[in-house]
């Protein structure tokens, strides 16, 4: 069974950056194929499909986002994490990561099979 977990600060300042991390349990970032993806619900809207960063080490990320937002990992903790720059308080929401074991990746958060819990992170001064 996968089970992953974010950690990170909750309360980040404006125009600074937010980090967070992923801790995969139950299987191996690095095995072929899998797709591992950060994905956030700002208060009061629908899930919104960040960026990936696949077994191979190939990163996607959102159109929209995509100037501020860096996905790496770290084999040696399998763990994943999220940079995202220049934040606003629009960047206020719960951010999950997610896990997609079978298939090409995608930005269909309906096709990830495994979640975290999600972490609240708030933006504000």
């Known amino acids: 069974q996968v089970q992953l977990w974010e950690s990170g600060p909750g309360l980040v300042k404006p125009s600074q950056t937010l980090s967070l991390t992923c801790t995969v349990s139950g299987d191996s970032i690095t095995t072929s194929g899998r797709a591992w993806s950060w994905i956030r619900q700002p208060p009061g809207k629908g899930l919104e499909w960040m960026g990936v960063i696949t077994s191979d080490g190939s990163t996607y990320y959102s159109p929209s986002l995509k100037s501020r937002t860096s996905i790496s990992k770290d084999t040696s903790k399998n763990q994943f994490s999220l940079q995202l720059s220049g934040v606003t308080p629009e960047d206020t929401a719960v951010y999950y990561c997610?896990?997609?074991?079978?298939?090409?990746?995608?930005?269909?958060?309906?096709?990830?099979?495994?979640w975290g819990q999600g972490t609240q992170v708030t933006v504000s001064s």
């Open positions: 997610a896990a997609k074991k079978y298939g090409r990746w995608s930005r269909n958060q309906d096709e990830y099979e495994y």
